[in-house]
């Protein structure tokens, strides 16, 4: 068990983080909002068109 004094060996000697980096991230979830977006009107797209064929014209 550790008593608290022990002296850890600490490295700040991070690699530089570029702001490139964070980019494609950010463009990633862009894409998939918009795939996701795309779906989402698909799917809405198929089920107006199944109750336009379930509905009864004849009222």
Do not use: W
Not at 3 to 17: A, C, Y
Not at 27 to 41: G, W, Y
């Amino acid at each position: 068990m550790s008593n608290g004094k022990e002296q850890l060996d600490v490295e700040d000697d991070f690699p530089p983080v570029e702001a490139d980096d964070a980019e494609p991230v950010a463009e990633v979830a862009k894409t998939n909002l918009s795939k996701r977006r795309t779906i989402d009107n698909l799917l809405d797209e198929r089920r107006l068109k199944k109750q336009l064929t379930d509905y009864d014209f004849d009222l």
